[in-house]
Every structure is written in C-alpha cells, then in structure tokens.
C-alpha cells in the first residue's frame, strides 16, 4: 500500500493580515474537495500586527490524527515580507518544500537577500489586493499563489467557502486570487537547499539546543531595550506637525508607550520600538496622524 500524501502548511502573517482566515478557507475548500484537512492558529498575543502563524494539514486519503503545530512544512506562506528579517522562512522546511512570499522581488534578489534555496513561490500580493480589493487585505491573494504553487486544492473548490465568508465581496476575493494564480512567480528548488535540510544541527550554520540562549529569561539587566520591537510593523505612523495641538493623546494611548515630545512639544514615534497598530493615529483628533506602508 502506498504512503497517503500529508501535505503540512505553515502561513506566517500579522494579526489583521488574516492568516487565520486563509487557513480555515483552504482546509473547507479541501474538505469540498472530499479530502482531509485541519486549520489552526498558533496562540500568541492577540494585537494587530504583531506576528502570527497558522497551519493547515490537509490529506486526500487519511484522516489526520496529529494535532500539534506544524513544524516540518511542506509549504510555508509568507504574507508580510518584513517578517522575513525577523524569521526563519525555511525553518524546518521538508526536502522539496515550497515557500511562497508576498513581495515584488525577483526570485534572484529573494535568495540573495534571504539565503532562501528551497523552491520559491513569490507574487506581488500588496499590489493585486490593493487594486482588485481596494484594501491591503492579502490573505485571499495568497491563498492563490499557494494554489499554483502547489496545486494542493483547486481554484474551483475555493469559491464556495469564499462566497460563504465573504457573501458580495467574493467575486472581487475570487479575482485577486485567480489574478495571483496568473502572476506567482517560481524559482525552483535548488541542489544546496538539500543539502542544508541534510546538516545536523550544530554542524555548519545551525546552532544546536545547547547553544540557543534560554528563552524568557532576563540574561543582562535592561536588555529589553536592545531589542528591536517595531520589526513587528508593517506600517508606520507620520505626524503632521502643521496639524498637531500637542494634546499628548497619542503619547498617552500608545500601548508601546514608544511616542514621545520632541524639543518644540510636537510627538514623534520611535520607530525602533513602534508595532504599527495605529492606535495613536484612530485616537488623534486633529488627523495629524497617518499610517503609511512600511518600505519593502
Ligand atoms: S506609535 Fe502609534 S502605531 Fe506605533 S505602537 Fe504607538 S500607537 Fe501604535
Ligand atoms: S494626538 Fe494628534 S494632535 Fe494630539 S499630540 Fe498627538 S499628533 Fe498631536
């Protein structure tokens, strides 16, 4: 008897970026598909644009006993491309896996920037949700790349669960995802991508455990500091100094407590600490706040 194929997806995105969505969509539309299939989210702090991940397993033949997270993907989804500073993409990768990024790099400049060697899916997700949605919402854009990626489920199985999430915004879900099944680029799995998967941690490049420092613990006093908090954001807030009263609103709502008063008593976030959820900009009420895309 032949090995029924798992197929394990990883999606890693923002909270807001609808990550968790996606892989609810893609395992109904598997389950239409009569196959198998689980979605779930990794449990994390709950905030808009902090990192978040979800998985799907999906199985034509089996039904799927494990429930832990997915850490062997098959198929791993990126749907901020800043996240790609702050992560591993290929992080427990199998051998001939799939890592699909929202981004407008070539697939040349992806694997000099990132060292990513496996097989790359890359499509320009901002832009075709920005113009076929008119919202920088990527999630079902990306479910389209994944589809011409890997196939795992078809293009027709998703419109049902699309029109049953999304009721008269389907249509407009449905063409930016066939518009990503036509545009995602592929570059293929090269010969040194295998053989990273084939290292023994410790050996070259990888630390093993007993070199990882210990997590939640405080090694130097104040050390939080040093840490670069705002790679979380994937957008940024502007102050318009022409607009501002110097109420201190923002200053007082930022969660981050990262605005503070500049030598004329305007109010300027630090963007090394800033998460991008925009709170000081919804609370501003001189609109003297603006929440622009971070540069990729
Ligand atoms: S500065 Fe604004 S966008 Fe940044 S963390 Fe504070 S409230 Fe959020
Ligand atoms: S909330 Fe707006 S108006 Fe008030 S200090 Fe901040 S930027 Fe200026």
């Known amino acids: ?10 999606w ?33 702090p709950e905030r808009r644009g902090a990192p978040v991940m979800a998985f799907n397993r999906i199985n034509p033949d089996e039904p799927i006993r494990t429930r832990a997270e997915v850490d062997q993907p098959d198929v791993v989804l990126i749907m901020d491309p800043n996240l790609l500073s702050i992560l591993d993409a290929t992080s427990g990768l199998k051998e001939g896996g799939t890592v699909i990024i929202n981004t407008k790099k070539s697939v040349e400049q992806v694997r000099k920037d990132f060292g990513i060697s496996a097989r790359l899916a890359l499509v320009d997700a901002n832009t075709i949700a920005q113009e076929t949605l008119g919202v920088l919402i990527v999630n079902t854009t990306m479910i389209g790349a994944m589809i011409k990626a890997t196939g795992v489920i078809s293009s027709e199985s998703i419109k049902e669960p699309f029109e049953k999430r999304f009721g008269r915004l389907a249509e407009r879900n449905i063409k930016a995802l066939e518009r990503a099944v036509e545009e995602t680029k592929i570059g293929e799995w090269l010969e040194m991508a ?37 790679d ?52 501003c009420p001189k609109d003297a706040i603006t929440m622009v895309e971070e540069a990729k």
């Open 1 to 10: 008897m032949t090995k029924s194929k798992l197929t394990e997806i990883r």
């Open 12 to 44: 890693h995105g923002r909270g807001g970026q609808g990550a968790v969505t996606s892989a609810e969509l893609v395992a109904q539309a598997a389950i239409g598909e009569g196959k198998y299939a689980q979605a779930f989210p990794s449990f994390s």
């Open 194 to 230: 295998k053989a990273k998967t084939k290292e023994k941690p410790g050996t070259k490049g990888e630390l093993s455990w007993k070199e990882i420092e210990i997590g939640c613990f405080i090694t130097k006093p104040g050390n939080s500091v040093e840490i670069k908090t705002g």
């Open 232 to 283: 979380w954001k994937s957008r940024r807030p502007e102050f318009d100094f022409d607009k501002c009263n110097k109420c201190t609103l923002c200053y007082f709502f930022c969660p981050e407590g990262c605005i503070a008063k500049t030598k004329d008593g305007y109010f300027e976030a630090d963007l090394f600490y800033c998460k991008g959820c925009g709170i000081c900009a919804t609370e």
